[in-house]
């Protein structure tokens, strides 16, 4: 068992760069609705999805979906990115859920692999390094299960809305919703706040423990995108393969017993200890200094 857990647990590897740092768009035709960016300077090593798609208040439609697809698959080969943040292009909207408009128009059979579609976009983002959700603005639905797909969430307090609004259209959450929502409120939460649709602010959303951060909104509207960028700041500098166990371990221990999580987590710590970046932490320890981590 264990090792077959060795097996299933090692990061992926060895990782190329990124192809391209444009936007998404191949198979797609119009403008493109997403923009991948790669920062510079300070900031080297945080990647930004920019969600653009103002008609439709960054719906998730076949074309959204497939760009995100088409760029998580080519930034999970970069090495470079130690932390992937969400964010919108459009004020006062992070994601408005599903585009409804344009599943009207599908048969109930692509409803189906249209949803499934959504499905293994949620799991992609199930990310190799950190994911962060800005949310400045709305972020219902679907828009929401993006944001529960990642690990970190940040709001602004009053101009973010978020809910699981499904069952107040006839449906109910389909993109992993119904799972990933009681794994992070708890249960009896989780369904109170899906069987009522309910409407969350960022700060009611804090409280309950939803996101990790709700801040004042600015004047341009991006708060919360600023915030997550600090967020994503204080993540660099460390070691960014212990960081990727780290997720690893926690991901897949929450999903099984005490004992066996412990197993995991002996396994991602038995493949941190050959690494570069373990022998530059303890001689940085060692000689007073700050430790200079290359991911290796």
């Given at each position: 068992m264990l090792?077959?857990?060795?097996?299933?647990l090692?990061?992926?590897?060895?990782w190329g760069p990124?192809?391209?740092r444009g936007?998404?768009?191949?198979?797609?035709?119009?403008d493109?609705?997403?923009?991948?960016r790669?920062l510079?300077?300070?900031?080297?090593?945080?990647t930004?999805?920019?969600?653009?798609?103002?008609s439709?208040?960054n719906?998730l439609?076949n074309v959204?979906v497939?760009?995100?697809?088409e760029?998580l698959?080519?930034?999970?080969?970069?090495q470079q990115?130690?932390?992937?943040l969400?964010?919108?292009?459009?004020k006062g909207?992070?994601?408005?859920?599903?585009?409804?408009?344009e599943r009207?128009?599908?048969?109930e059979?692509?409803?189906?692999i249209?949803?499934?579609?959504l499905?293994?976009?949620m799991?992609?983002i199930?990310?190799p390094?950190p994911t962060?959700?800005?949310?400045?603005?709305f972020?219902?639905?679907g828009g929401?299960e993006?944001?529960l797909?990642c690990?970190l969430?940040?709001?602004a307090?009053?101009?973010?809305?978020?809910?699981l609004?499904e069952t107040?259209?006839?449906?109910?959450p389909g993109a992993?919703?119904?799972?990933?929502?009681p794994?992070?409120?708890g249960?009896?939460l989780?369904?109170e706040?899906i069987?009522t649709?309910?409407?969350?602010?960022?700060a009611?959303?804090?409280?309950?423990?939803?996101?990790n951060h709700?801040v004042?909104?600015?004047?341009?509207?991006?708060?919360?995108?600023?915030?997550?960028?600090?967020l994503?700041?204080?993540i660099?500098?460390?070691?960014?393969?212990?960081?990727?166990l780290g997720?690893v371990?926690?991901?897949r221990?929450m999903?099984?017993?005490i004992?066996s999580?412990?197993?995991i987590?002996?396994?991602c710590?038995?493949q941190?200890?050959?690494t570069?970046d373990?022998?530059?932490g303890?001689a940085a320890f060692?000689?007073?200094?700050?430790?200079?981590?290359?991911?290796?």
């Amino acid at each position: 068992m264990l090792r077959a857990l060795t097996s299933a647990l090692r990061l992926p590897g060895p990782w190329g760069p990124l192809r391209t740092r444009g936007c998404a768009s191949h198979g797609a035709t119009g403008d493109p609705e997403i923009q991948v960016r790669a920062l510079t300077g300070r900031d080297q090593g945080i990647t930004e999805i920019l969600m653009n798609r103002p008609s439709a208040r960054n719906a998730l439609g076949n074309v959204l979906v497939s760009q995100l697809l088409e760029a998580l698959a080519q930034l999970r080969e970069d090495q470079q990115v130690r932390v992937l943040l969400f964010r919108s292009g459009v004020k006062g909207v992070f994601c408005a859920g599903a585009d409804l408009k344009e599943r009207e128009q599908m048969s109930e059979a692509e409803v189906g692999i249209f949803v499934q579609r959504l499905r293994g976009l949620m799991n992609e983002i199930a990310f190799p390094a950190p994911t962060i959700a800005a949310m400045d603005g709305f972020a219902l639905g679907g828009g929401l299960e993006l944001a529960l797909a990642c690990d970190l969430r940040v709001a602004a307090a009053s101009s973010a809305v978020m809910g699981l609004i499904e069952t107040t259209r006839g449906l109910l959450p389909g993109a992993g919703g119904t799972q990933r929502l009681p794994r992070c409120l708890g249960v009896a939460l989780a369904k109170e706040l899906i069987f009522t649709g309910r409407r969350l602010s960022g700060a009611q959303a804090q409280a309950l423990g939803l996101v990790n951060h709700a801040v004042s909104q600015n004047e341009e509207g991006n708060a919360a995108y600023h915030r997550a960028l600090e967020l994503a700041q204080e993540i660099l500098p460390q070691a960014p393969i212990a960081v990727r166990l780290g997720k690893v371990a926690i991901d897949r221990g929450m999903e099984v017993d005490i004992a066996s999580g412990m197993a995991i987590e002996g396994i991602c710590y038995a493949q941190n200890i050959p690494t570069q970046d373990r022998l530059e932490g303890m001689a940085a320890f060692r000689e007073k200094r700050p430790p200079r981590f290359v991911g290796k």
